[in-house]
């Protein structure tokens, strides 16, 4: 019994020193897990003292970035005010002086300039260098029927009549001898049909006495309906690329006074070709003139004392002693072509020659006179308003004579105008502000009169066609106004798109 306590107590301390020494691991481990804890503690310390700094650190720094916002704000705000006054400013300037274009466009251009825009410039610039460069070749059709054959025909019995048209004969000759001409037609760009219509129509209107429109008419479709049958280029653009000579007061319309022409059609055919005229009409409903495809050419003067006066060089401006001056017809004769509704000029040269007849400022008179050319010399302005039709020799024979033309037709488009700017060597007024022409006239400065007077010495030699032509003459102006038709795109015929 005894010996079994002993094993029951030995037993006990072998367990409790097991136990014991399990708690002892126990605690040791705790101990290490203290230790770590500590550790873990005092990194946290520091982390947490870091953290502080770096957030007390991250607040200055906030604090010196709103300032420095602030100060940023403070200086866009300032610049945004600058831009509104500068915008208020400019807008004012605008506003004020709307008349000064140039400087306002040259503002907006630097506004607006960019990489894109200057490259497109430059690529436009290009292209139409590479245009100019290209010269022009033009075929003349061989169709004497309708030029020479008829000319030569009437030259002794109706000569004066055709004369009066000899410009079709003098540019159907430059034609042949110009170096553009190509005898190929498959090497050509434009195509120059000769038919004398002017010379043809006044005869037949004026000598026949026959319904001189439906004749002509006839006259310019038979030459169609033969270069059709007999060559290949009409048809490839149905006569897009073809050049016509319509040297009458109403062009193409053949007619010499608005109101018939608005009632006759173009000749079937012809509404898409170039037609070369003396007339400019852009009138809202007139169909005789085509501002995109057909050009308009200085008259053919042909006076050797008027070609002379090369824009006034010979004569002394101080000999100019006439203000303004002009000669011809005030009125119309009344009969069977010409009727009072047709309203010759519209009125306006009798309410010149009404208002200004008594003018002692104003040279005024009807019917001719030998002395025509040294009165025009003598003037420092020379009138010309519109007649039946918007254009008339006048003008360009005071350019010839170095006397500032006065150009007084509404709705007009003058001879090359892409090429030279009339308003440096002539005046332009208002049908309806002849009334105040005397006021118009006085109100320019003398500096501006003697510098168009100056202008009319370099500019004469685009209205003369020289012969043989030379560099910047009428003829050559023209060939250069079609140049620019022959670089239009091309357009084929639905008719022969198949081909």
Not at 131 to 160: Q, S
Request: hydrophobic share 35%.
């Amino acid at each position: 019994m005894c010996h079994a306590m002993i094993k029951k107590e030995g037993g006990v301390s072998a367990y409790a020193t097991q136990q014991l020494e399990e708690l002892t691991k126990k605690v040791s481990v705790l101990e290490g897990e203290l230790d770590q804890y500590k550790d873990a503690e005092a990194k946290a310390r520091r982390a947490r003292e870091m953290i502080n700094g770096s957030y007390a650190e991250l607040q200055d720094h906030l604090k010196k970035r709103e300032k420095s916002y602030g100060v940023v704000a403070d200086s866009l705000e300032g610049a945004v005010m600058l831009k509104e006054t500068a915008e208020r400013k400019a807008k004012t300037l605008e506003e004020k002086d709307r008349t000064n274009q140039a400087i306002i466009d040259n503002l907006r251009s630097s506004l607006l300039k960019s990489n894109y825009h200057e490259k497109k410039h430059w690529k436009t610039e290009q292209n139409e260098r590479s245009k100019a460069e290209k010269k022009v070749a033009i075929y003349v059709y061989d169709l004497p029927r309708f030029n020479m054959d008829f000319y030569n025909a009437h030259l002794t019995e109706y000569g004066a009549k055709c004369r009066n048209q000899i410009g079709e004969k003098e540019l159907h000759q430059r034609f042949l001898d110009t170096p553009n001409r190509v005898l190929d037609g498959e090497l050509a760009d434009l195509y120059y049909v000769p038919v004398y219509t002017g010379c043809y129509r006044t005869v037949v209107g004026t000598e026949l006495q026959t319904d001189a429109y439906s004749a002509t008419y006839k006259f310019i479709t038979d030459a169609v309906k033969i270069i059709q049958k007999n060559y290949p280029y009409w048809e490839r653009s149905q006569g897009r690329d073809h050049v016509w000579l319509f040297l009458y007061d109403y062009g193409v319309c053949l007619e010499y006074a608005r109101p018939n022409a608005q009632l006759r059609r173009i000749p079937s055919g012809l509404e898409n070709s170039v037609l070369v005229q003396y007339l400019g009409d852009i009138t809202p409903g007139m169909e005789c003139f085509n501002t995109w495809k057909d050009v308009v050419i200085p008259p053919f003067v042909n006076n050797p004392e008027i070609l002379e006066g090369r824009g006034g060089e010979n004569v002394d401006p101080a000999t100019r002693h006439i203000f303004a001056y002009f000669r011809g017809s005030i009125k119309w004769k009344e009969s069977k072509w010409h009727t009072k509704e047709m309203n010759y000029s519209r009125g306006v040269r009798e309410v010149i020659n009404n208002t200004y007849f008594n003018d002692e400022l104003f040279s005024l008179h009807q019917g001719s006179s030998e002395n025509y050319i040294q009165e025009m010399e003598s003037s420092v302005f020379c009138l010309a308003p519109l007649g039946y039709a918007l254009w008339n020799f006048r003008l360009f024979e005071s350019v010839m004579l170095g006397c500032i033309p006065v150009i007084i037709a509404d709705n007009i488009e003058l001879p090359y105008e892409r090429q030279i700017d009339y308003r440096t060597f002539s005046v332009k007024v208002l049908e309806s502000q002849v009334s105040y022409l005397k006021d118009i006239l006085l109100s320019i400065p003398k500096e501006d009169i003697r510098k168009k007077q100056d202008m009319l010495k370099h500019v004469w030699k685009r209205f003369a066609y020289d012969s043989p032509t030379t560099t910047g003459d009428a003829f050559d102006s023209l060939v250069e106004e079609l140049q620019t038709r022959a670089n239009r795109p091309f357009q084929a015929a639905a008719k022969t798109y198949w081909l």
